[in-house]
């Protein structure tokens, strides 16, 4: 009975709806004495260009309205372009006059519900509210003015008329208007030549340019591709096997490196990768018929142009150092290997005669004219064909292209840079790679996903702290050890410089980026603590997304993770920013061309923070702090000293003109093989993330290029110059914080026989009850090497035999581990000699 009644009010409802639609296509056709006196249908606002601003309010590029649309007629256009068209958008086209009752009513009983039934917009009707009417006005009397738009259109043109003007002036995305356009940006030819399936994708975007760009969302265009297929087979338009066959070949040969980037390049802009970015995330923000090419916004960025311009040009000299030492390095091998054994080789083919080997010379040659036609032959070969019409050929340089950016992506190194505001999360400044250009729109700084190294060990050292089992002083030895997974696999890690320390402070092992230390301190928070503290920092919050990025295996301590710089940012930011929530930003608001702002992002981001209450804490107050004076020693002593200029880089002036060091901290990281180097750090105002490497995994930039070599003098001179004329300030100490000085060796109280202390800060109730028992006439022997290899308790990582699980060494083998040299136990200090330390290793 509820139902049934419910369904009469509805229909009541519906039925006062259509009423109201006729009476006001009464009004306004009364209102035209004779249409024929409609001049010209295609009157309209003109376009104006969308200008973005800086912080300063400076114009940084305009997003001009050069359409890039090219028409086409309707008889040149494939019969499956338009049942695919017709299909989706308007099956009942060459029937109805303009409009579809039963299109109207499912829309209206889909809005009174909250269903999502489908627009009840026909062709007509959408071509008709484009031109006359702002489709981004939800309201009745713009569907009723949209209906009598339609309904002159329909007297004016004929059907045909009507799709082709569909067909060549919708908006389809990333600057393209018209199917034609279109087809050339997405596929690289005519939509005259469109198969089934891309026939599908135009279809797709037509109704939401953005949400179903295939480059920017191609899980989401998939499956409303799917969809428009399935239905041209029920139609009978097509057989089931031409669908399937079409789209696998789409899905087959789709270009998953490539992505949606704006149409035109010819404009002036002061920050290329910058605007590149926020142009995305208009896309994202930006919804209905909003076009940032046409309708002239004022895009309102958190971006500094001194910063900006100071990132490119010390990330642009960055890239070429890096670049020069690889090329040299390589080239140095390269000779070493011609030089030793191809006249080997030779020596040997001439000897036995071996005509094949002798082939080593050639193959050489051929690798050397391969390179030269990819790099220099192509880009002719390619005009020319294009000229000429030559399409075997423009294959053939498709094909050299592929391989060419291939090479490229292996051989070439990239770099990488974001800056942060750490109260704010404004995005000060990016850096995506080299130059911007039609070849390189991968904003590596927030895109790519990439090792940070050593960088990643300050996430789960702040978990460490918080568990309460270690502090800054905690004792940890720096020793071989075998760690094994729950698979029973055997890891056995180095550190970077292939030598052990002995006896080490938790803050001198961060800072020197000792990795077994590392490793024992994750043993022992155990990976859930590591990993949640890390997703929670990274602003990683899906579950499938937590379970692929962090593997629970040992070698995650050593940042094996794939992370963007982005993300790397935020989580050093949230250090800096007393633990609380960094959500980055680059529009702050979008104001329409009557000034009226239409999206205000910075205001949403603020009220989401309020809402989360004391989630916004994504650590304490007092972990943050902490983690900041951990981090701080990395420059004191560590492998941020050399890039600082020994803190020299932090001498800045503030808002009086007075010299000070600003206080800082941060971490660099070197991957495996030397394919990465990173520095990422904080001061109390900006928190900035730098990295080098390859696009395509599986190079070295050399052992002696490392995140403290390479990206940590960036990071110190650009920290230099953003940090001047401000004012004074620190990292904000909370309570529950105590600071206390402690022997430097022992990290116990000190005792007066103590010669060297260190102040550090605690939790509360965490600092060392004990005092020292290393120096002095009591002192004990935990600290040396006994004969039966026993240590202490307390001493984090236990004794050397058991980490490498063999019985106990004899004396005559002490001195042959590699990078130590043991001590008898009547020696003063450590049991372990310490190497000398190289601040440019990491």
């Known amino acids: 009975m509820k139902n049934f009644i419910l369904v009469r009010l509805v229909a009541v409802f519906i039925v006062i709806i259509a009423g109201a639609i006729g009476i006001g296509l009464g009004l306004s056709l009364a209102e035209t004495t004779n249409i024929r006196n409609v001049e010209n249908l295609t009157e309209f606002n003109p376009d104006l260009p969308t200008k973005l601003l800086d912080a300063s309010d400076e114009v940084i590029t305009e997003f001009v309205s050069e359409e890039k649309r090219e028409l086409v007629a309707l008889n040149e256009l494939p019969r499956h372009l338009i049942l695919a068209v017709l299909t989706r958008e308007d099956p009942d086209f060459y029937n109805h006059k303009g409009f579809s009752l039963r299109g109207i009513l499912r829309a209206a009983f889909g809005e009174i519900t909250g269903r999502n039934l489908g627009g009840g ?26 209906l009598w738009w339609a309904f002159q259109m329909e007297r004016r043109f004929s059907k045909n008329e009507i799709l082709e003007i569909y067909l060549n002036y919708m908006n389809m995305g990333a600057g393209t208007y018209g199917v034609e356009a279109s087809s050339r940006y997405f596929f690289g030819h005519s939509a005259r030549d469109v198969t089934l399936a891309e026939a599908a994708v135009l279809v797709v975007l037509l109704s939401s340019p953005t949400n179903y760009n295939p480059l920017l969302n191609p899980n989401l265009a998939m499956g409303r591709q799917k969809d428009v ?27 998953y490196t490539r992505v949606s980037a704006s149409a035109y390049y010819s404009r002036e802009d002061k920050a290329p990768w910058f605007s590149e970015y926020v142009r995305r995330e208009l896309d994202r923000l930006m919804y209905g018929e909003m076009d940032y090419y046409r309708d002239g916004y004022t895009v309102h960025t958190t971006m500094d142009m001194k910063f900006q311009s100071l990132a490119e040009t010390s990330m642009s000299a960055g890239i070429v ?159 071989p050890m075998v760690f094994e997974s729950g698979s029973g696999i055997p890891y056995i890690p180095n550190n970077y410089s292939g030598t052990w320390r002995g006896p080490v402070l938790l803050y001198e092992a961060l800072a020197l980026s000792l990795n077994i230390p590392a490793l024992k301190i994750l043993d022992g928070i155990g990976f859930d603590a590591a990993i949640n503290r890390s997703a929670d920092l990274l602003g990683i919050t899906d579950p499938a997304e937590k379970q692929r990025t962090f593997p629970r295996v040992y070698p995650l301590g050593l940042g094996i993770s794939s992370v963007s710089p982005l993300q790397m940012a935020r989580a050093f930011a ?56 951990l981090l701080a020693h990395t420059i004191s002593i560590g492998t941020l000293a050399s890039g600082s200029g020994f ?23 070197t991957t495996q093989n030397w394919s990465d180097a990173w520095a990422v750090g904080s001061t109390p105002y900006y928190t900035i993330a730098i990295w080098f490497g390859f696009d395509k995994p599986g190079n070295s930039l050399g052992n002696d290029v490392t995140g403290a070599s390479l990206a940590a003098p960036i990071w110190g001179d650009l920290m230099h110059e953003y940090n001047q004329g401000l004012p ?3 990292f904000v100490r909370p309570s529950g914080v105590v600071d206390a000085t402690v022997c430097r ?35 004990n022997s935990r600290f040396g090497i006994t004969d039966s290899f026993t240590t202490s308790a307390t001493l984090w990582g236990g004794d050397l035999a058991s980490e490498l699980q063999m019985p106990v060494l004899p004396p005559e083998l002490l001195n042959d581990l590699p990078g130590s040299v043991i001590r008898p136990n009547d020696s003063p200090g450590m049991g372990v000699e310490l190497p000398s330390y190289n601040p440019l290793l990491d």
């Open 728 to 730: 004074r300030r620190d």
């Open 321 to 479: 150092r890096g670049n020069d030492l690889y090329q040299r390095i390589s080239g140095s091998r390269l000779t070493r290997s011609e030089n030793t054994f191809i006249p080997i080789v030779n020596l040997l083919t001439l000897t036995f005669n071996l005509g094949g080997v002798h082939a080593a010379g050639e193959g050489q040659d051929e690798r050397r004219a391969v390179n030269r036609y990819t790099k220099t032959i192509n880009q002719v070969v390619d005009m020319a064909s294009l000229v000429f019409d030559l399409p075997e050929l423009e294959s053939l340089t498709k094909t050299s292209y592929t391989m060419m950016k291939d090479i490229t992506a292996e051989n070439v190194v990239e770099g990488a840079l974001i800056v942060l505001e750490n109260d704010t999360g404004y995005i000060k400044a990016i850096v995506g790679g080299s130059k911007y250009d039609a070849n390189n729109q991968l904003i590596r700084a927030t895109q790519a996903q990439v090792m940070p190294g050593s960088a990643f060990k300050p996430l789960y050292y702040s978990a460490a702290i918080d568990s309460r089992q270690f502090t800054m002083s905690s004792l940890i030895y720096d020793s």
């Open 229 to 255: 297929l399935d239905k041209m087979v029920d139609a009978g338009y097509v057989t089931r096997e031409e669908a399937d066959v079409s789209f696998t070949e789409y899905w087959d040969n789709y270009d």
């Open 574 to 629: 949230i250090f800096a920013n007393q633990g609380r929530d960094v959500t980055p930003l680059a529009i702050r608001t979008v104001e329409d061309r009557n000034g009226r702002i239409v999206i205000d992002y910075e205001r949403d981001i603020r009220l989401r923070q309020q809402e989360m209450g004391s989630n916004i804490q994504v650590i304490s107050p007092q972990n943050a702090y902490i983690m900041m004076r």
């Open 647 to 669: 803190g020299s880089k932090l001498n800045v002036s503030d808002d009086k003109g007075v010299t000070y060091r600003i206080p800082a901290g941060g971490k660099t990281g």
């Open 121 to 146: 917009s026909t062709i007509t009707q959408q071509v008709a509210g484009t031109l006359y009417c702002n489709r981004m006005e939800r309201t009745l009397s713009r569907k009723i003015r949209e």
């Open 745 to 779: 060796a022992s990290g116990l109280l000190p005792t007066e026989d103590c010669p060297s202390r260190v102040t550090l800060s605690f939790l509360a109730g965490t600092v060392p009850a004990a005092s020292c028992d290393q120096h002095g006439p009591n002192a």
